[in-house]
């Protein structure tokens, strides 16, 4: 296989946007896992009672991730997210406006890749702590670094637009404080689950949904990735399945706190990655399945380019994103939904979400017999 490698002469902006988006990498690939190491490290070392410090702080801070969490204006506004905005690019695209008063969930379309962290490069850098704990009679931190070994889902649209400022989405939606829901089990992480917070990540359990959209003043955008991590073994150039089918639990949060649901798609989020062939009934993808039942994750095998050649490794292509956001879906308020109504405003749902696929598919390069497939 021939490789392709980067000029010399690349301007150093471009340079810069590379490095951009080499950082976000290393902060969902390796941070969680660095984090947890010096956390360790510090324990042992003759600065423990910083850790107890910490220890104890994490102890008084535990609910916050359920509670809203903790954004920073300072961290969301960094111009190393302009960078990785200009990298791909990635562009928020506003339809209607939205009311400050009111709370809303955002569901975002495709979830896009999901990405191992079984990496040589992890390993590598926590093989100490590795040895330290899994050789330690505290289940919690065993289970904590096996699964930061293991998993990890990263957005790119989703974070660009509403984990940074660099799309604008306070100027296009002034008032409103986008959260967008990531797995409980990062806040766990010393360090790392601060880091995140500031970015506006929040749990993504029940009892945070429903802060989110019960909160009296309104202004609140709830933002889920509704296919979740299975979305990604179907996810590759091209790809227009989404797993939403059976993804109802919002649906019916929604209808218990009368919040408006709004379809949000984004354009190109499946073309930032190639992906192994794995269709239905073959052997790596009844493996992928397997592992995805046993450990609770999806595992797809995923390449695209390096940070000196084009022709292989971790980074993404560049190629632009655009994220739609539709219209808001009144929804009833109804204290204990039936299915009948869960399903009926489910089926709304996926009838607004194919009406902002099919206004706008024709901007940004696909073809009229392009359509979305749901399962």
Known sequence: MSVEFAPLNIPLRRRLQTAAVLQWMFSFLALAQCCLAAFVLLALSEWWTLAV???????????????????????????????????FPITLVKTVDLDLKKNYI????????????CLLVSVLICRLVFVIVTSCPCPFLSSVFMHILTTGVLVAGAFGNFCTEATGFSQLFPGLRPHLLMLPFWFRIPFFRDYIMCGGLVSSSKSSLSCLVSHPE??????????GAPESLEARPGALTLQVL??????????????????VFSFGENELFDQVENPAGSP??????????????????????????????LMPYRKPIHT???????????????SSD?????????????????????????????HLKFI
């Open 53 to 87: 410090l910490y220890a104890g702080w994490l102890w008084l801070d535990w609910d916050t991730p359920t509670n809203g969490g903790r954004r920073s204006h300072w961290v969301r506004s960094w111009s190393v997210w302009e960078y990785f905005r200009e990298y």
């Open 106 to 117: 955002f569901g975002f379309h495709p979830h896009g890749e999901s990405r191992p962290y």
């Open 218 to 227: 309104g202004g609140n955008v709830a933002v889920i990735a509704v296919g």
């Open 246 to 263: 059976n993804r109802k639990g919002f649906i019916k949060l929604a209808l218990k706190h009368g919040v408006e649901l709004v379809p």
């Open 284 to 313: 790596l993808r009844r493996l992928q399945n397997r592992l995805q039942t046993i450990m609770g994750v999806a595992l797809p095998l995923f390449h695209a380019r390096g940070v000196f050649q084009y022709s292989f490794g």
């Open 324 to 338: 739609v956001v539709g219209k808001p879906i009144p929804v009833k308020q109804t204290p204990s939904p039936s």
């Open 342 to 370: 869960i399903d009926a405003l489910h089926e709304v749902y996926l009838q607004c979400l194919t009406e902002v696929f099919e206004q706008h598919k024709h901007n940004y390069g696909l073809e009229e017999h392009q």
